[in-house]
């Protein structure tokens, strides 16, 4: 993990956070101090569990809780194949 002091992350904050997404977690110290860590967002929820499962997704969706969807089935015959 690569240490930046504040006033430097300050002045390159996007570099910070590149470094964060592409190689993961970097101190911040204050004062020669461990102060902050920026994380990527992934690993932001992989530590926090903010992740939404496929149930829980469906349960959020504004369909839920609604009757089933009504199919109208087409009742031609279908056409005779040709080969």
Do not use: C
Not at 15 to 23: S, Y
Request: net charge negative; proline share 6%; glycine share 4%.
């Amino acid at each position: 993990m690569q240490t930046w002091q504040f006033q430097d992350a300050k002045a390159h904050f996007s570099e910070v956070v590149r470094r964060a997404t592409q190689e993961g977690p970097q101190e911040i110290s204050d004062q020669g101090r461990p102060t902050a860590v920026v994380v990527s967002r992934e690993m932001y929820d992989q530590l926090t569990g903010n992740r939404e499962n496929l149930l829980e997704l469906m349960r959020h969706s504004p369909l839920f809780g609604q009757d089933e969807p009504v199919f109208n089935r087409d009742s031609t015959v279908p056409r005779e194949d040709v080969f």
